[in-house]
């Protein structure tokens, strides 16, 4: 049996100190399969977003074992982190987190020129294509809509074919139809590429859609769902 792409053990964080510490992840074990899409939901303040970033590399756990696309997280540096970010995962937020004064092209060009890939403007060109976007590569964040923005951060994130996508909340900033746009976008872009999804959100209907949903609650995780297609 393959490694899961994503495998927490005991994972415990926290931030701050004295009277401002608190214990955001409790002792967290999940695991989630190449390939394989998992819904994160759960109350807001309940630790969610920053599972994702104990599995982006953004935070550092305080103990427990890190494991996510082959690498031990928490037995590597800053730089290998950086490296490691920039060709395992991609990244989707919910407010786009583009860079303002560069086209979409550039804005999905640079990574991948900084992660070291070939012919990074050829491949950033493709990737806008393929999210319906190739007419607007000259275009800056400022002259594109919410929904259009939130395509580029997709096409960024997917260029590196990262085995792992992560999205926080992706149509949070999104009127209903865009949003469930740029959600057919992303499952069908991770369903063709085989990449493994964790999606969090609080639409309960949303996670369902992926195979498996599971639920933060107090830093902890309760066991992992069916989703209604399993049901």
């Not at 928490?74 to 086209?103: C, K, W, Y």
């Not at 259009?148 to 009127?175: F, S």
Request: charged share 25%; aromatic share 4%.
């Amino acid at each position: 049996m393959s490694e899961p792409v994503v495998f927490l053990n005991d994972v415990h964080l926290s931030l701050g100190t004295g009277a401002s510490h608190v214990h955001i992840l409790r002792g967290v074990n999940l695991s989630i399969d190449g390939g394989e899409s998992v819904g994160i939901v759960g109350p807001s303040g309940s630790g969610k977003t920053t599972l994702l970033m104990v599995l982006a590399g953004l935070e550092q756990a305080d103990s427990g074992e890190v494991r996510v696309a082959g690498e031990d997280l928490r037995a590597i540096g800053e730089d290998a982190l950086a490296r490691f970010r920039g060709r395992s995962v991609g990244i989707v937020f919910q407010s786009f987190h583009l860079i303002p004064n560069m086209t979409a092209l550039e804005n999905v060009a640079v990574p991948l020129e900084l992660a070291g890939f070939d012919a990074p403007f050829d491949r950033a060109r493709e990737e806008l294509a393929l999210v319906g976007l190739g007419d607007r590569t000259t275009h800056y964040p400022s002259e594109l809509s919410g929904g259009e923005q939130q395509r580029v951060a997709i096409a960024r994130a997917l260029a590196p074919e990262p085995r792992l996508m992560i999205a926080d909340e992706p149509t949070g900033n999104l009127d209903e139809g865009t949003g469930e746009q740029i959600i057919k976008l992303m499952f069908d872009a991770v369903s063709d590429r085989a990449m493994t999804l964790a999606l969090v959100t609080h639409d309960t209907g949303l996670a369902r859609r992926c195979d498996r949903m599971v639920r933060v609650r107090l830093g902890e995780i309760e066991t992992g769902q069916p989703t209604m297609a399993e049901a």
